[in-house]
T-cell receptor
Framework: AQSVTQLGSHVSVSEGALVLLRCNYS??????LFWYVQYPNQGLQLLLK??????LVKGINGFEAEFKKSETSFHLTKPSAHMSDAAEYFCAVSGAGGNEKLTFGTGTRLTIIP | NAGVTQTPKFRILKIGQSMTLQCTQDMNHNYMYWYRQDPGMGLKLIYYSVGAGITDKGEVPNGYNVSRSTTEDFPLRLELAAPSQTSVYFCASKLSGNSYEQYFGPGTRLTVT
């Protein structure tokens, strides 16, 4: 079984500051990990994914995440926040292989302070 | 391509009423999913399908039914609506078992009173 814990349901950062959204996972098998973004009144969009290749994964809109097995973490970062980054972010985990179902975290709402 | 479309966008139901949430994708994806999203709870999988004629339960299937008669359509049926089914419902699809990205529709906001 897999599970995901997102630390911090709300995060606020100033425009231009570092964005760090935390995700820790639990998995009984090698995990595949994902970050999704949800803009207001929209569906979810894939930001990036880790599928056992490079541990540092780059995604869209300048976001990246690093898979750290020793810490069971997959934190999302962006060096410089932009107003358009305001959204809700979900970390998700599945077992290795595309047939596995996704288990989502509870989400982190990111607010950007002008 | 329109991607994944869902209708209606909003709906208010009275307790005990029934309705069908529609989901259609035009990407020829084999896998389709229904999730519900409750505040502070993330997304929970209700039902999924790996191809036409094949469906299976997810984490929270009680009170719902699905069918998959075509590759494109995956409707979700609510029978005897209850206040606990007030939620935002998302449909998603992906190409195959070897692909990882799920594509999401814009959602249906349902209120049961």
């Amino acid at each position: 079984a897999q599970s995901v814990t997102q630390l911090g349901s709300h995060v606020s950062v100033s425009e231009g500051a570092l964005v760090l959204l935390r995700c820790n996972y639990s998995s009984s098998v090698p995990p595949y990990l994902f970050w999704y973004v949800q803009y207001p009144n929209q569906g979810l969009q894939l930001l990036l994914k880790y599928t056992s290749a490079a541990t540092l994964v780059k995604g869209i809109n300048g976001f990246e995440a690093e898979f750290k097995k020793s810490e069971t973490s997959f934190h999302l970062t962006k060096p410089s926040a932009h107003m358009s980054d305001a959204a809700e972010y979900f970390c998700a985990v599945s077992g290795a292989g595309g047939n596995e179902k996704l288990t989502f975290g509870t989400g982190t709402r990111l607010t950007i302070i002008p | 391509n329109a991607g994944v479309t869902q209708t209606p966008k909003f709906r208010i139901l009275k307790i005990g009423q029934s309705m069908t949430l529609q989901c259609t994708q035009d990407m020829n994806h084999n896998y389709m999913y229904w999730y519900r999203q409750d505040p502070g709870m993330g997304l929970k999988l209700i039902y999924y399908s790996v191809g036409a004629g094949i469906t299976d339960k997810g984490e929270v299937p009680n009170g719902y039914n699905v069918s998959r008669s075509t590759t494109e359509d995956f409707p979700l049926r609510l029978e005897l609506a209850a206040p606990s089914q007030t939620s935002v419902y998302f449909c998603a699809s992906k190409l195959s078992g070897n692909s990882y990205e799920q594509y999401f529709g814009p959602g249906t906001r349902l209120t049961v009173t």
